[in-house]
């Protein structure tokens, strides 16, 4: 590496330099090693069933299998998923690399614009999706390249009769499930019964195959998928598995999964790390019912959660929420948004064991820095990772000195290979050699630790989630009583950050519970804004770019 790396000397004892990728080729390789390696051990729990890694390999097979039956599944194609935490999701992410498919992670609370588009893009030729947003798929079915649903219920991975018990329960009792009709839609348990009976035909997968298209947010306003290799995941995984070696002992660990699935840090830090070590992940379907949370975190010894800061805040705030909680806890992880410190020091009172924070990005699989268990450093995402280089860089291409703010830049082989069918961004976003840079505005000091100062230029982040402005924007200005609009992030006790929209009317009667009521039917819930300020004109530059960083100020 050609950086100076005076990080090192922070390392944990025995945290390598680098990592050690020969190995392990891809994804599929190292599940199957810890099937075998750990097969009586329990894999994931929810809802009280548990599958252990020989139940979570017997059902992948399954899946692999009937989803290589299908016409045009050859490998390659991509398979979308969208579900909450769900015992399912395991059986499907590993079942579709298995068949030598890409995942494609959908939020299933995205609404049927962001839905349509996300499906048009990837060019999807499947989906697995939770029959509660199984009418969302099938209004924007005729737009997309999709030739096979298949859908399940909350409760198909369950035994009786809790299976028949839950899946009454959330369609007739809570009425989660608005009626949809799919022709041709096959459901889950159907498929794994179909798969069992099937030998799947062996695919060949390597370390540069695509194992994920990862959508992040765009600054103009649409997602996009970042493209994710067996050996960008592998690597990633790799290197937090080395991170966390010293403080976390294999076939012996519990890790509280609140954070979905189809998040990126969900996904590495929880379902593929943990598997490496034997872990066991309890899955949290729903982590805002904060009162059942906290009954699972009693029922379960458990010893390592990730979480946002607006998770840690919510729990540590619940009623009966305490040490109790948390018996057992090793190492608490926070990323995705930063850690306020007052959370920290009042979750760190209640919970015993280390508490850290990370940063990373889609664009770098999931982590980039984190804090060492043994030395966390209050106020700082920590230091580079084995095998990561972190440079902070002026706007004329020159290096920041120590402390001095400049855009963080990453090199690493966790590193994208760019952005699905978007060159122009690609070559934006990753330099010759291979550096990525983030748009993240941070310091390092003369010690190699990152700090971040501002984030990717007028991105909001709430709940951890990223929300572009550009795409508010587009949305709300396509409202025929809109003449110009400019979103922004406010403080948000709750949330982090909240979205705050600027509006000049066209039509002068146009009212903010109107807007609102737009927005809602458009956009995801944490991407709704919380503030509509309403004005005359915007603030703009000679060229009529709107000056977000003035209304920020305003």
Not at 297 to 316: K, S
Not at 349 to 360: A, D, P, Q, R
Request: net charge neutral; charged share 20%.
């Amino acid at each position: 590496m050609e950086t100076s790396r005076p990080w090192l000397t922070d390392y944990p004892p025995g945290v390598p330099a680098e990592i050690e990728l020969a190995d392990c080729c891809c994804v599929n390789q190292m599940f199957e090693t810890a099937c075998r390696q750990y097969a009586d051990l329990p894999a994931f729990t929810n809802m009280g069933h548990t599958l252990t890694y020989a139940d979570l390999e017997r059902l992948s097979r399954a899946f692999a299998a009937f989803l290589q039956s299908l016409p045009g599944m050859e490998k390659g194609a991509r398979i979308a998923l969208m579900m909450p935490n769900l015992l399912q999701y395991p059986v499907a992410i590993f079942g579709a690399l298995r068949a030598g498919l890409i995942v494609v992670n959908v939020n299933p609370l995205y609404t049927e614009r962001e839905l349509e588009h996300q499906l048009k893009d990837c060019g999807a030729c499947a989906i697995v999706v939770l029959e509660n947003f199984a009418s969302k798929v099938q209004k924007v079915l005729a737009a997309t390249a999709l030739r096979h649903v298949i859908v399940t219920g909350a409760g198909d991975m369950l035994g009786l009769p809790r299976r028949l018990l839950v899946n009454f329960a959330v369609r007739h009792v809570r009425k989660m499930v608005p009626p949809w009709s799919i022709a041709g839609a096959v459901s889950w348990r159907h498929a794994l019964r179909a798969g069992a009976t099937m030998t799947p035909p062996a695919i060949g997968v390597g370390r540069d195959d695509i194992a994920f298209l990862q959508y992040t947010g765009g600054t103009t306003g649409v997602s996009k998928g970042v493209i994710l290799s067996h050996a960008n995941v592998v690597a990633n995984v790799l290197q937090c598995r080395a991170w966390i070696g010293g403080t976390l002992r294999e076939r012996e660990e519990i890790v509280l999964t609140p954070l979905p699935l189809y998040h990126v840090f969900s996904l590495v830090a929880n379902c593929l790390t943990f598997m490496t070590i034997g872990g066991l992940n309890v899955l949290i379907t729903n982590p805002k019912d904060l009162p059942a949370f906290v009954k699972t975190m009693r029922a379960y010894p458990w010893t390592v959660m990730t979480g946002v800061n607006t998770l840690y805040n919510a729990l540590a705030n619940t009623p009966g929420f305490g040490p109790d909680c948390a018996r057992s806890a090793k190492l608490s992880i926070g990323a995705g948004a930063a850690m306020l410190r007052p959370v920290m020091e009042r979750w760190t009172s209640l919970v015993k064991g280390t508490m850290i924070e990370g940063y990373g990005l889609s664009e770098a699989t999931a982590g980039v820095c984190i804090n060492p268990p043994h030395r966390p450093r209050l106020g700082a995402v920590g230091i580079p990772i084995p095998s990561t280089e972190v440079r902070i860089r002026r706007d004329d291409g020159s290096i920041c000195a120590p402390d001095e703010a400049g855009e963080i830049e990453v090199r690493g082989p966790q590193v994208m290979r760019g952005y699905w069918n978007r060159p122009a961004e690609t070559a934006d976003a990753l330099s010759p050699e291979g550096w990525l840079r983030t748009g993240d505005i941070g310091t390092m000091d003369a010690d190699g630790w990152v700090s971040i100062t501002d984030r990717k230029k007028d991105m909001i982040i709430v709940s951890g989630f990223n929300v572009y402005p550009a795409e508010i924007e587009a949305v709300v200005a396509a409202h025929p009583g809109v003449l110009e609009a400019a979103a922004v992030g406010s403080a948000d006790a709750h949330s982090g950050e909240a979205v705050k929209l600027f509006v000049v009317r066209k039509d002068p009667q146009l009212s903010e519970h109107e807007l609102l009521a737009y927005c809602r039917a458009n956009l995801t819930g944490y991407k709704i804004p919380r503030q509509i300020e309403f004005r005359a004109e915007l603030p703009k530059t000679p060229i009529g770019k709107i000056l977000r960083r003035e209304l920020r100020g305003g």
